[in-house]
């Protein structure tokens, strides 16, 4: 290729570039992590309150508090993925350690008029950890992700002929469509395989035996403080405010590949990084209707998230080899592309999230709690230099819903220092059954996409009380279900997976009342 890219075309070219509505969605929801006893109650705690955790999820919580409280949480994940594609089955366990959780609470105590207390709190915790290991591979029944590169081409409405110069000169093209002819799969030569288009053919007429290949590991993961104030008024109405910071930090690299009975076709490597953060306020209430009972009623708001992120993307095609026994490759490091990873900086605005919580104390024996959460999903937003991107928002909009979430929880006081503790939470899917990836930008590489259905939290544990001191222990099972593709074609059946992923995780809270 000749060196004919100018930087100033290429990045007006790419204004739009930034996350779908996958990418995004990582950043919407937070798992079950925070302190043992609030793990063991399936988080199920927002109306019952007096734990450092529940300042994240209703800020009125800590204002139950009649004495101090420091807790330091660490766990223990063992994280098992199984994937089923066309009968061909494959498994990733990955296993991880890591502190969940480290808050305070000060109690200040006021009792002027029918204020009783002003209290402070502090909280560190890992919101979600993203670190996983996954792959699938299998025989695809004849379809190929060279379709929806020829579709790329396509949607360019230029001859094949000389593509990538008149891509680049006219300042419409598409990344990944450019990569896969400059790795000599869309143009030029004699068809090698059933997998590979002649020169001046865009029709790609794969053999029933292609077989197709995905790997990927994920690290990082999304970190959060709240810092909490909370008041309460005559032991019947108690109110709270949270502001929540959060710290943003993943990574992706990503491997996929197909061949034939005639040997391998390409592969496709992929290099995708968010890093960034994010503020939101909470606002909450609990009240007691009734003084002389412990029933009790609790609400609470969460504003939107507004994230400032910055995406850093490259990618790699290796595919044929010429006559001279070259394999044509092309990366986005080489100085005919970009000659450089491309970054994007952009604003994500997550849904607005509405609690409702009861909570009832049976005669200091036992305690309950039960909640409803909302997010509307489809709402959330993403703004490039205060313009809002309308193709991501309609894509936020066609792929995602509302997400419900129920969470229930009870805690036994077996003795004056042993208790036990029980919990589930059922959150419904965040995606809609027909969702798909699309390429959005002409930068946009990363092809595959997981569509996540409902979850389902089972936990128990148990705590233990001397004097200032206690220790609290938990144990979590997380279900969940999934289909994952590689790509999307709207002309094909789209090839999917069916992924199944198990966490037991096992974890301990070390604390002190002051």
């Known amino acids: 290729m000749k060196k004919y890219i100018l930087p100033a075309l290429l990045f007006a070219a790419v204004g739009v570039s930034a996350q779908s509505s996958y990418e995004a969605a990582r950043l919407f929801d937070s798992e079950l992590t925070g302190t043992a006893r609030f793990v063991a109650m399936g988080g199920s705690m927002s109306a019952l309150g007096a734990d450092v955790s529940v300042m994240s999820v209703n800020p009125a919580g800590t204002a139950l508090y009649r004495s101090g409280d420091i807790a330091f949480s660490m766990g223990f994940l063992s994280r098992s993925v199984e994937t089923d594609y066309n009968g061909t089955n494959s498994k990733n366990n990955n296993s991880y350690f890591g502190i969940d959780n480290v808050g305070m609470v000060y109690v200040n105590y006021v009792d002027e008029d029918s204020e009783k207390f002003l209290n402070f709190g502090f909280n560190y915790k890992r919101r979600k950890d993203l670190r996983n290991e996954f792959s699938m591979f299998g025989l695809s029944n004849g379809f190929s992700q060279m379709y929806q590169m020829q579709q790329l081409y396509y949607a360019n ?26 790795g000599g799969l869309l143009w030029g030569g004699e068809p090698v395989g059933n997998g590979y288009v002649g020169e001046g053919d865009l029709v790609v007429e794969p053999n029933d035996f292609h077989s197709q290949v995905y790997n990927s590991e994920e690290k990082g993961g999304v970190d959060q403080i709240d810092i909490n104030v909370s008041t309460n008024i005559n032991d019947q109405l108690y109110l709270g ?121 049976y005669d200091n024996f036992l305690a309950m709690n039960a909640e409803y959460e909302y997010a509307d999903y489809s709402v959330a937003g993403i703004s490039i230099d205060g313009d809002d991107i309308a193709a991501i928002d309609e894509e936020f909009e066609s792929n995602m819903r509302g997400v419900h979430t129920f969470r229930a929880g009870a805690e036994m006081l077996l003795s004056r220092n042993l208790s036990m503790r029980f919990g ?7 995606f809609k059954k027909d969702a798909a990836k699309f390429i959005l930008s002409n930068m946009d590489t990363n092809t595959e996409y997981l569509n996540r259905y409902d979850t389902q939290n089972i936990t128990l544990g148990a705590g233990f009380r001397s004097g200032m001191f206690y220790v609290d222990a938990a144990y979590l099972l997380s279900m969940q279900k999934a289909d994952f593709a590689p790509y999307y074609d709207a002309e094909i059946v789209n090839p999917v997976a069916s992924v199944k992923d198990t966490k037991h995780k096992f974890m301990m809270t070390l604390g002190m009342r002051f």
């Open 424 to 430: 589930y939470n059922y959150i419904t899917a965040p």
């Open 157 to 182: 409405k230029f001859p094949i002929n000389d593509m990538s110069e008149k891509l680049y000169t006219s300042g419409r093209y598409s990344w990944l469509a450019l990569l896969a002819a400059d």
């Open 241 to 361: 405010f949270t502001i929540g910071a959060y710290n943003v930090d993943y990574s992706r690299y990503s491997y996929y590949g197909e061949d034939d009975d005639l040997g391998e076709i390409y592969t496709l490597h992929n290099w995708y990084d968010t890093k960034g953060s994010g503020v939101d306020v909470k606002l909450g209430a609990i009240m007691r209707p009734v003084y002389d009972s412990s029933f009790r009623i609790g609400v609470a708001v969460h504003t939107p998230t507004w994230y400032n992120l910055t995406d850093c993307m490259s990618a790699a095609i290796y595919g044929l080899y010429d006559a001279d026994g070259n394999q044509m490759a092309m990366d986005t490091h080489s100085p005919y592309a970009y000659g450089n990873n491309y970054y994007v900086d952009y604003h994500l605005t997550t849904p607005w999230r509405f609690n409702i919580s009861t909570a009832y104390i």
